[in-house]
Every structure is written in C-alpha cells, then in structure tokens.
C-alpha cells in the first residue's frame, strides 16, 4: 500500500508540471520517429502502452486536442522485421492519432504493403509535395487537415522528403516529387489569405538540419517564410529541448516560429499550446518513463495483443549468440569501423573476389548500439533490420573521389581499415587513400558496399555508374549474425578500433 501511494504521489508531481489547458487553447501533441518502438527501449524509456497514457491524460485535460504523428513510425525493431508493420499500424487508431504524415521509412516494404496498411488507418494521412496519383496510395492521402476551435481554424500541412537518394526507386516507383521549399510557405499562404485560416502549422519529415547538404531543412523554410506559424519537425533525430535556443528560428519577417522534434524511438511526447487568441505557443516535452507504467497497465486488450505479437520477438530475442569486449553507440567510430571491417571479410568469402580495395558502408544502417557482454540474434537484426544485400563494384577512381566527396560533406561514413580521407571545415575532400597510397583518378578500384548504396542511397550516385561484379542473394544481416557466431566459436569478442578513418583536418 505504501509502494501505491508512494507511486500516486510521484504521478501526481509529474502531472502537476504539466499546465492544465483552457477551452480557447488547443493542445497539439507530437511524436516523430518512434521507429516500431512498441517496448521499452534499452535505457527504459519510451514504449507505447505509455504513450497512449500520456496521450489520455492530455486528452483528459483539455477537450480541443490533437494528436500528430510526424512519420517514420516504423523500422528499427523486431516488430518490425517479423510483422512488417502490423503492429504499428494496426494501433494507431488505438492511439487516437488525428493526422498523420509519411517518413522514408514507410517506403520500406514498398507502396503496395503501404497502401494495405494505411486503408485500414482512420488517421487523417497528409501529403503537401507528394504527388500519389500514378501510384497504389492515389486517393488516400490529402495536401491538408483543418481542425475547427470554435470560431477559430488550425490547418496542418505534410512536407515529405525527397525519395531521391533516400528511398529505394523500386519502392516509391510514379510518386512524384514536388520541391518542399516550392511548396511550403506557398501552401500556409494559401491556407491564410485563400481559405481565411488563422494558423497554419507545417508537420514536416525533412529534418531541422541536413543530412545531404544539398537537401532543404526545416530551419531553411522557416527562414524564407512568412506565414508558416510552426513546425512539428522530425526526419534527423533531433532532440530540440524547449527553451533551448533551437525550439525557435527566425523568419523572413523577423518573427521567431516556434519548432519541436523528439529524438527517436519514442521517449519523449512534445505539448504545444496553441492560444487561439493570441497566437502564443508554449512548447513542452513529456518523458515517457515507468511514471507512466501503472496507466499504462490498464490498456488490458491492447497489451494482451501486443504481448502475442511479442512472443515472436522474445523467442529471437533472448537467444545469445556472441559477446561484446564493450559498449559502442551506434554512432561511434569504432562500431562503424567494426561494420566495415567485418563487411570486408564477409564478402570476399562470399564473393570469392580477393583483390577487393575497401569496403564502404552506410552508418544510418546501423539502428542501434552494441552492448558490452552478451549479444542476441534479437539484436543483431535490430541493429541491421534493412532487406538490403552485399554487392561488389568495379569503381574508377574518378567515381570513388566522388564518393568520399559526398560522405565528406556529411561528416564521414562508416568505411574499412584500408581507406583513410581528410576534409576540411566546409566538409571538402582535402586527401584520399587506400592502403596508404593516394587514390588514382585513373585507376580501377574494388569495393565492397551494400546495395543500398550502390542503387545511390544516402546520395551516392556515383556509385550507380559502376560495373556490379557481385550481388549477394541474401539480407546482409544474416551474414553478420553468421559472422559474430563464428566469432564466438573460435572464442573472439565483438571490438572495433576508436580511430576517424574519415576526418576533419
């Protein structure tokens, strides 16, 4: 009893730090990349039972509530991998969600799954610069949603990244691409001085910053907008804390325009309360920790679902399958270094091509970090989940300078022990070797890569001008998971070197 008032007490601080809401507010909660996060992640945040508590707690308090998903709900877990989506589409309308958008992520098992999926989804699904008309989600998506507050009117507009360079062509075959920057402030200016809308909102999946530095970005519109009165961002990852310094940005007019992202996986919910009068917004994040886990018990059907759906994730899971000398992040140079270096060996076996020069990996494909101790089949396939496949090229150095000028501009990628590059602080390509010799613009080069990449995923279009000498028939995934078994059996633990093999000068 003394545990239960204990928790009440705790539940009621945390709730008490959230401000009730007035009639002429409109409360909007935001997630973004929550990337098929249905449990708790690793650290113990997030899980989605606890999410829908925060969302009925929220919901409780004010009657004028929306709730935005800002796309990629899915990728990045078993659940995922074993049920290709059913789990996290099927409860979204569980959820409430009001509106929707789509992330590159939702491209993922292609159009014609998607379509299956989102037919059966109530949500309002948006999409301002995605042309659907020639393809299998014709007719289910609109360019925008009007919530009505009283005499006052919200419109929510969806701008979606580019598919080029980000999204199999064979999975977005016909949707057509329509410029986000083109589209945007043109679109809230519509919404305003057209259909007489007093704010309009922009739920973006392009990301407060670049990946691509050719790409637009979230901050980039709202600096050439004038009537765009926020933005719901997500695509990059971003943890924008209110209060900040990032959670504004200024306009073209002066005004500073309030934005918010969450991060990834689902373990923070954003607030955003909207004063219909003024115009004022307050910007407020919520964890989603064990606060949440007495509420979230009550979902008793939802939980029942998801625990048989969690039986087949458990049973792969739980099963050990090789050991860790440490933790690495999924971002650190060594886990990256780790990848490539193990690609190399992978595919020369593979392959039966010896004389391959280097091994170029993409570290956006590497979902989640690597434990110290006892690594799971489980995790090895949330770490590499894509259906992608080891390909082998013959590049003339003129394409691989190429390359490492775009991973370059990006920071650098994941790449193996024999290739080594510097840049300076505009992201240039200063220096590039393999095996400590320069590389040749005139010479032939075999590397070794994923064909993700080869099919210029992640923008690498150079790749896509070079001769295929090997294509594997198998997820790549399943090759690494082959590779740390045999690890354990000759007694090796999982390591990579901390050195940048691509870095600043």
Not at 18 to 40: C, E, F, G, K, Y
Not at 93 to 103: E, F, M, R, S, V
Request: glycine letters at 8%; proline letters at 3%.
């Amino acid at each position: 009893m003394a545990k239960f008032r204990n928790f009440m007490l705790l539940l009621l601080c945390a709730l008490m730090a959230i401000p009730m809401m007035r009639a002429d507010h409109l409360t909007i909660i935001a997630v973004n990349d929550t990337h098929s996060q249905i449990d708790p992640a690793s650290d113990g945040k997030g899980g989605i039972a606890r999410r829908r508590a925060i969302y009925d707690y929220l919901r409780a308090q004010n009657p004028n509530t929306v709730l935005i998903h800002a796309g990629d709900a899915v990728q990045g877990t078993l659940y995922f991998s074993l049920y290709r989506g059913e789990v996290e589409y099927s409860l979204m309308d569980t959820l409430g969600y009001d509106a929707i958008i789509l992330g590159n992520h939702e491209f993922d098992n292609g159009m014609e799954e998607l379509a299956a999926h989102y037919r059966d989804v109530d949500a309002v699904k948006i999409s301002t610069n995605y042309d659907f008309s020639a393809t299998s989600l014709d007719g289910l998506f609109q360019p925008f949603w009007i919530k009505a507050v009283g005499e006052k009117r919200v419109a929510f507009f969806g701008i979606n990244v580019n598919p080029s360079g980000l999204i199999a062509d064979t999975n977005c075959e016909n949707l057509r691409y329509i410029n986000a920057p083109d589209v945007a402030d043109a679109t809230a200016r519509y919404l305003k001085e057209v259909l007489g809308i007093d704010y309009a909102i922009m739920v973006s999946h392009i990301g407060y910053s670049s990946y691509e530095p050719s790409e637009p970005n979230d901050t980039l519109i709202i600096g050439h907008s004038h009537y765009i009165d926020m933005v719901i961002s997500s695509h990059s990852h971003t943890t924008i804390k209110p209060g900040g310094g990032m959670d504004r940005v200024s306009n073209a007019d002066g005004k500073m325009i309030p934005i918010g992202q969450n991060g990834k996986s689902g373990k923070l919910v954003a607030t955003y309360d909207l004063d219909l009068e003024t115009g004022d917004i307050v910007y407020d994040q919520i964890d989603v920790d064990a606060t949440w886990d007495e509420a979230a018990s009550r979902y008793t059907a939802m939980n029942e679902w998801i625990d048989r759906h969690r039986h087949g994730v458990d049973s792969i899971m739980n099963n050990p399958v090789a050991t860790s000398a440490r933790f690495m992040k999924n971002s650190s140079d060594a886990l990256q270094n780790w990848v490539s270096d193990a690609a190399m060996e992978i595919i020369k076996d593979l392959s039966g091509i010896k004389n391959i020069d280097c091994a170029i990996m993409n570290k956006g494909g590497i979902r989640t970090d690597m434990p110290e101790g006892v690594v799971t089949e489980g995790l090895i396939g949330s770490m590499f989940p894509f259906d992608n496949r080891f390909v082998v090229l013959e590049m003339p150095g003129t394409e691989l300078i190429e390359s490492l000028k775009l991973m370059c501009g990006r920071g650098g990628d994941a790449v193996s022990n024999e290739l080594r590059a510097t840049y300076n602080d505009k992201g240039e390509l200063i220096s590039a070797t393999i095996k400590g010799k320069k590389i040749n613009p005139k010479k032939t080069y075999i590397v070794a890569t994923i064909d993700y990449l080869a099919n210029g995923g992640d923008y690498m279009t150079p790749m896509t001008r070079c001769k295929r000498l090997f294509v594997d028939t198998q997820k790549y995934g399943n090759h690494i998971l082959n590779y740390v078994k045999n690890l354990q059996a000759n007694g090796k633990k999982i390591n990579g070197p901390d050195e940048v093999r691509i870095k600043k000068k």
